[in-house]
């Protein structure tokens, strides 16, 4: 059987915890699998080699950044091999190119085009472990390309379809997926199971575990993801699966409660109502390559309307060179940039067969005094956006409102 795991930058960060690693990856070898490993680079290098770009270029040019960037996990494989080889466990380490995988030229945040397995499987059949530097691949034009952060976990996922891997094992240094970041609140419980569709809201709306395309994958090729900690012991029945169908809880159909930070908003204020102005606005935000998250459009009023959405704070400076002047353009009364605003959602394949989730989450909030700026949904998930100082106890109070703190 072919197994593939991922260890995080923290779980590879220093020589100990790569040997510890690499003590791991060979149990699982002796015991006859066929072991892929892929890693991220060693804590927190990919930030201290952005900064050094930035040290001698203030923007430095996207094809260097990658190519820099991709050293990290280079370094991390190629030490864990060679770690491997200590303990007696044949391995080799091989880049995102040397494994087959085969990206487009989006430098920066690649997208995976396929994995040509030909070289993993010659190693297996060699009876090593290989090693995979996460996190990037290779363009048409065979440069360097990296997968966006947190881009390793995609790797592992997309290697783990490609090699028809029983599940994927995704190690880092939380226990698995809980109903609430446990930082925030600690009562918050570890999962032992989530469905790929409630850990992709989650994904998207903030809960950092998990890079969002790696769920998107696992849901794609049906692949099972275990996310569990680098120090729990295989087999002991911790973490959490990670897939397409699970059990619903019966009573209590809230599975997680995610918080995003990264939430800015932009309100036109007396926009004159007529065809084709959401199209004008939103056209040239598109062509910048800038993601509109939430719009909100208010009923018009007099032929007016206000008109709300929200990008992420790497787009908001972008965001406001553009929308500034277009705001005149369109005649708008005027316009108003919020930062200090997070998003709070319930996410939960059963709240779509149950009614009444939104009204306990709006009224929870209210009797705790917390104002909603603005509420958005989807078909398994409830999001609000509250004032930025606010958004810790938001979690706390609808942690408690839907018990999550109790097992069903
Ligand atoms: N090293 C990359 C990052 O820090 C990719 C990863 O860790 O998944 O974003
Ligand atoms: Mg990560």
Redo the contacts with the bound molecule.
């Keep these: 059987m072919t197994v593939v795991q991922k260890y995080?930058?923290t779980s590879v960060g220093s020589v100990e915890r790569l040997r510890n690693v690499a003590h791991r990856v060979a149990s699982r070898a002796i015991d006859g699998e066929q072991v892929a490993v892929v890693v991220?680079?060693m804590g927190k290098?990919?930030?201290d080699l952005l900064a050094l770009a930035r040290d001698v270029n203030p923007r430095p040019p996207r094809r260097e950044t990658d190519l820099l960037?991709a050293t990290?996990?280079m370094v991390s494989s190629a030490l864990l091999a060679m770690a491997l080889g200590d303990l007696g466990c044949p391995a080799v380490a091989l880049t995102g190119a040397q494994a087959g995988v085969f990206t487009d030229e989006t430098f920066g945040r690649a997208r995976i085009r396929g994995i040509d397995t030909w070289r993993i499987e010659e190693e297996f059949s060699a009876g090593n472990v290989v090693v995979v530097a996460?996190?990037q691949g290779q363009s048409p034009q065979g440069d360097y390309v990296?997968l966006g952060?947190?881009?390793?976990?995609t790797s592992a996922v997309a290697l783990g379809a490609a090699l028809n891997a029983s599940q994927v094992e995704i190690y880092t240094d939380v226990q698995g997926i809980y109903t609430t970041d446990p930082r925030i609140e600690p009562k918050a419980r570890c999962l032992k199971d989530i469905a790929a569709e409630e850990m992709l809201e989650a994904a998207q709306q903030g809960a950092g575990v998990m890079?969002p395309r790696a769920v998107e994958l696992g849901l794609l090729y049906d692949m099972p993801i275990l996310v569990a900690s680098s120090q729990a012991e295989f087999g002991s029945g911790g973490g959490t699966i990670i897939r397409r169908e699970v059990q619903m809880e019966p009573e209590n159909r809230v599975r997680t409660i995610a918080l995003d930070r990264d939430v800015a908003s932009v309100t036109l204020r007396h926009v004159p109502d007529r065809p084709g102005i959401a199209a004008q606005i939103f056209g040239p935000l598109a062509d910048a390559g800038i993601s509109v998250d939430t719009i909100v459009q208010n009923a018009s009023e007099l032929q007016l309307t206000d008109l709300t959405f929200t990008v992420t704070d790497d787009d908001w400076e972008r965001t406001q060179e553009i929308s500034k002047p277009l705001a005149g353009d369109l005649g708008a009364a005027n316009v108003l940039f919020d930062r200090d605003l997070v998003k709070v959602s319930l996410i939960g394949t059963g709240m779509q067969s149950g009614p009444g989730y939104a009204a306990t989450m709006f009224r929870s909030l209210s009797e705790a005094g917390i104002n909603i700026e603005l509420i958005t949904t989807s078909e398994i998930r409830i999001t609000c956006l509250v004032r930025a100082d606010r958004g810790d106890e938001a979690v706390r109070v609808l942690h408690s409102a839907f018990e999550l703190d109790q097992e069903v």
């Excluded at 952060?149 to 976990?153: A, K, L, V």
């Design positions: 995080g930058g991220s680079a290098t990919t930030d960037m990290g996990e996460g996190f990296t952060r947190g881009g390793s976990d890079h």
